[in-house]
């Protein structure tokens, strides 16, 4: 369906973020993050953004070991060493991670299961499939996007789990937002302009092609949130990490 040279590449980076998200998981195991939540963040994250996250995963987020953690007295090394510019990515990338899982899940369920397309307005409301996806995609992301912040705003704050959902709530729901929109206006350039118009077709779910674009797009969902993860930790809406 596609080129062959289009093929490798695009299983080349799949490869790519494989080994990368194992690295650091066999890494986090043996070196287990204080935040919990943390020891999926940063091998989801590594899927897309590969060699990078790596780096920051060793550079910083080793910092934030349990261990590390607990060695010094007053403010832990992953507070006091680690530049705010660094702190907005990591809380990004804990966004992210939740989006990422989400979409993926997602994406599986409508391609496995059609009807799931139709149930969220596919043939109805929208003649193009994926935009009614995209509706189940953010349904997905922004419930386990949630989920990743209750457990790292819960313990941090001691809050009860109201309290805790609600903070939740009002530190991930602007920063998810954020992410979907990088994500989908990506996404769409990828299915409607490199794909569907340079390429004359599509890439279906169940091809190396559309996830490497997702790859892409969910690079770009951390350029779009990156912004508005500075103005939540900056405000103290969102947790220093």
Sequence with gaps: MFPAWLDALSLAALLLGAACALLVSVDAIRHPQHM???????????????????????RYGRMAAHHAAQARHGTPPNKSETP????????????????????VAAEWLAFLVPAVAVWFGWQSLFSEKMVAVWILDFLFAFGLGIVFQYFAI????GLS???GLIAAL?????????????????????????????????????????????????IAGFLTSYPVNWWLVRSGIKERM
């Design 154 to 157: 819960v313990p941090m704050r």
């Design 36 to 58: 919990t939540v943390m020891n999926v963040v940063w091998p989801v994250t590594a899927l897309f953004g590969t060699v990078a996250v790596v780096w920051a995963y060793f």
């Design 161 to 163: 789990p109201g309290k």
């Design 84 to 103: 705010f510019p660094v702190m907005v990515g990591k809380g990004a990338l804990h966004c992210g991670s939740g989006c990422m899982l989400g979409d």
């Design 170 to 218: 009002k530190a991930d729901t602007a920063s998810l937002v954020a992410w979907q929109v990088g994500m989908y206006g990506f996404m769409a350039f990828a299915q409607f302009i490199l794909f569907g118009h340079l390429l004359g077709h599509r890439a279906p779910v169940n091809t190396a092609e559309f996830w490497f674009a997702m790859q892409g797009a969910m």
